[in-house]
Nanobody, 115 residues
Framework: QVQLVESGGGLVQAGGSLRLSCAAS????????MGWYRQAPGKQRDLVAT???????NYADSVKDRFTISRDNAKNTVYLQMNSLKPEDTAVYSC?????????WGQGTQVTVSS
């Protein structure tokens, strides 16, 4: 089994910044694609950003130019730098990672942006 543990969520005012981290541990062999997803109350879970092992990135249109995804392969960790946060960014943010082709999810971390 692989465990993903997120950290860095919290409450921030609109226009502020937060940095999320997600570290993989356990029976890690090789972490390939990693990504961040978010789910607001009453809505479906949506993709925020993904990054390949070779650091090719992909972003949802709603976060382009504000969020940056990065990773440290040596630490099996993915990061999400979130700038210029808006109230509509409020959601539970979860990370996803693939180990030997199997997808694993973290438990999620709450991000709340006040207006």
């Amino acid at each position: 089994q692989v465990q993903l543990v997120e950290s860095g969520g919290g409450l921030v005012q609109a226009g502020g910044s937060l940095r999320l981290s997600c570290a993989a541990s356990g029976r890690v062999v090789r972490i390939d694609d990693m990504g961040w997803y978010r789910q607001a109350p009453g809505k479906q879970r949506d993709l925020v950003a993904t990054i390949t092992r070779g650091t090719i990135t992909n972003y949802a249109d709603s976060v382009k130019d504000r969020f940056t995804i990065s990773r440290d392969n040596a630490k099996n960790t993915v990061y999400l730098q979130m700038n210029s946060l808006k109230p509509e960014d409020t959601a539970v943010y979860s990370c996803k990672a693939y180990n030997l082709g199997i997808a694993y999810w973290g438990q999620g971390t709450q991000v709340t942006v006040s207006s």
